[in-house]
């Protein structure tokens, strides 16, 4: 949908709720390589994944680079929610910002990961987020999610790549159906 200009949102808050675990079994549980740095926010804010090895062994993290962050990648797909819908987002300082509809994001989850099997791995990413603010269908839309997954015979850093962006994709398209229309 083309905005009309006449419609103004702007995202107050994006905050990253996920919980990590030091050696989690399950592989879909966020986790670090260094139990010490989960209680790094600098490392915890960038991390998307855990490299594992062919028996499930867990291996090294992925994370974001510097000045990067999960919340900034909820961010945008909440912005492209939001534009899709015909809303304007703008930024504090634009001269519309007291006047546009605030949203809010809590990030539950956020993580891929990647499941070996005999003739082929999988990988995996899930994403949960609660939505709050002026701009939904209800009062307390229930939370979202955003899925993606893709089989193949490695986990290769393009597989990570379309895999977290197509989840990014079907978590946004999702945010926008709890959207109400301007």
């Excluded at 919980?19 to 879909?28: G, I, R, V, Y």
């Amino acid at each position: 949908m083309v905005t009309n200009g006449t419609a103004v949102a702007k995202i107050v808050d994006v905050r990253d709720r996920r919980m990590f675990e030091a050696a989690p079994k399950d592989p879909s549980t966020p986790s670090l390589q260094s139990a010490a740095d989960i209680s790094n926010p600098m490392i915890t804010a960038r991390a998307l994944a855990r490299k594992r090895g062919g028996y499930g062994n867990a291996l090294g993290d992925i994370v974001l680079p510097e000045g990067r962050t999960v919340a900034g990648l909820v961010k945008g797909a909440m912005q492209k929610a939001l534009q899709d819908k015909g809303y304007r987002v703008v930024e504090e300082g634009s001269p519309d910002y007291a006047r546009a509809v605030p949203v809010s994001v809590d990030i539950q989850s956020f993580w891929a990961w990647f499941t070996p099997g005999f003739a082929a791995i999988t990988v995996e990413c899930k994403s949960a987020v609660t939505l709050t603010g002026g701009a939904f269908t209800t009062a307390s839309p229930p939370p979202v999610e955003g899925y993606a997954m893709a089989s193949g015979i490695g986990a290769f850093e393009s597989t990570w790549a379309d895999v977290i962006k197509r989840a990014l994709d079907d978590l946004s398209g999702k945010m926008e159906a709890q959207i109400k229309s301007p």
